[in-house]
C-alpha cells in the first residue's frame, strides 16, 4: 500500500525560503509523476508543479521562476523548494501520485508566509 507523507512546512517570512519533502513508502515511484497541489483557505485545491519520470518539469503561472520541484528516486522523495515566498503561498500542500485508476495523496502540510 503507497503511502505519502509530507514534511518541511511552517512559518516562513516574506522573501524566505522553505523545502518541503514528500516522502513514500511501499511501493517505489521511478516510473510515475508525481505533483504538489496546495490549497489556501476558501479556496479550491490547485497544482503547484509536477515532476515526471523522465526529470521533465511544469509549474502554475502564479509560482514559475520561485518554486521548482525535484525526485530522488533513491529515496523516493520528492521535493518541493518554495523561494521568494509571497503571503499567497499560504497554504497546506499536498503531494499526489496517480496510479491508475487510484490518486494517492499525503496528509498535507501547513506552510504559513507571514512577517
Known amino acids: 500500500q503507497l503511502q505519502l507523507v509530507e514534511s518541511g512546512g511552517g512559518l516562513v517570512q516574506p522573501g524566505g525560503s522553505l523545502r518541503l519533502s514528500c516522502a513514500a513508502s511501499?511501493?517505489?515511484?521511478?516510473?510515475?509523476?508525481i505533483t504538489w497541489f496546495r490549497q489556501a483557505p476558501g479556496k479550491e485545491r490547485e497544482s503547484v508543479a509536477t515532476?515526471?519520470?523522465?526529470?521533465?518539469?511544469t509549474y502554475a503561472d502564479s509560482v514559475k521562476g520561485r518554486f521548482t520541484i525535484s525526485r530522488e528516486d533513491p529515496k523516493n522523495t520528492t521535493y518541493l523548494q518554495i523561494n521568494d515566498a509571497k503571503s499567497e503561498d499560504t497554504a497546506v500542500y499536498y503531494c499526489?501520485?496517480?496510479?491508475?485508476?487510484?490518486?494517492?495523496w499525503g496528509q498535507g502540510i501547513q506552510v504559513t508566509v507571514s512577517s
Open positions: 499526489k501520485v496517480t496510479i491508475t485508476p487510484r490518486n494517492y
Open positions: 511501499g511501493r517505489t515511484l521511478n516510473y510515475y509523476a
Open positions: 515532476v515526471f519520470s523522465s526529470g521533465t518539469t
